[in-house]
């Protein structure tokens, strides 16, 4: 055993343990540095595909920012044959949010607030067409849709900040005499305002008789019940 020890052989076996100890730490480090960049480009994808949705979901709440301001100017036209029946120019706003879109990758808390978006607008419409509508008043008919309309666009408008705070993404690009959100505020301000300036519900103003205002339109008098003292005597 000593003339073994002796002959050499001892540093061989150690350069090659230290050989294979070199090479499976080696291993070690390639195999931990794949795992790390392989695990970083997956963050990196799915950020990079959150981003896309947050663009493009932004731009969807841009489009239906539009279509709610060209419902809130939009005032009803009127048959003149038949003053209970009108039409408005503007289509009821609409929300397309991307298809088929992977929602998980973004913040939960915004995806959901995205998600309840097309059911928020659905129940205006349906609150909207739950109403009354008989002249004169309509039920309030256009100053709620005015105000609704607003409301919604408000909303939009908010959840597009939230997106371009959290994703780094640029908000919409609008001429600088075009303010949605102030004129949406105005219109709520404005309705509210008149509202509470209203009487009490089941108080109702009735007309002066001594108003010394001419009126447009002349009174419609109830025509007098027949008498018997009109009777034909001969009859």
Request: hydrophobic share 40%.
């Amino acid at each position: 055993m000593n003339e073994i020890l002796g002959s050499g052989i001892e540093p061989i076996l150690l350069g090659a343990g230290l050989t294979l100890a070199g090479v499976v730490a080696g291993w070690l480090v390639s195999s931990f540095s794949q795992r790390v960049a392989g695990a970083s480009g997956q963050r990196g994808a799915a950020a990079l595909e959150a981003r896309q949705l947050a663009v493009r979901s932004a731009i969807a709440l841009d489009d239906f920012v539009g279509a709610c301001q060209a419902a809130v100017n939009d005032a009803p036209e009127f048959n003149p044959a038949d003053p209970t029946e009108f039409v408005f120019h503007a289509e009821d706003p609409r929300l397309f949010l991307p298809r088929d879109a992977e929602w998980s990758v973004m913040k939960p808390e915004i995806a959901e607030q995205l998600l309840w978006m097309p059911n928020r607008i659905r129940n205006v419409l349906d609150g909207l067409d739950s109403l009354d509508i008989v002249p004169p008043g309509f039920d309030e008919l256009f100053e709620r849709r005015e105000e609704d309309f607003s409301r919604l666009g408000i909303h939009a408008l908010d959840l597009i900040e939230t997106i371009s705070s959290e994703y780094a993404v640029p908000k919409p690009e609008r001429p600088s005499y075009y303010d949605p959100r102030r004129d949406f505020q105005g219109r709520i301000d404005r309705i509210v305002d008149a509202r509470s300036r209203r009487p009490k519900e089941g108080f109702v103003l009735k007309p002066d008789d001594d108003s010394n205002v001419t009126p447009l339109f002349p009174k419609r008098r109830r025509e007098p019940a027949p008498s018997a003292l009109d009777a034909d005597p001969k009859g």
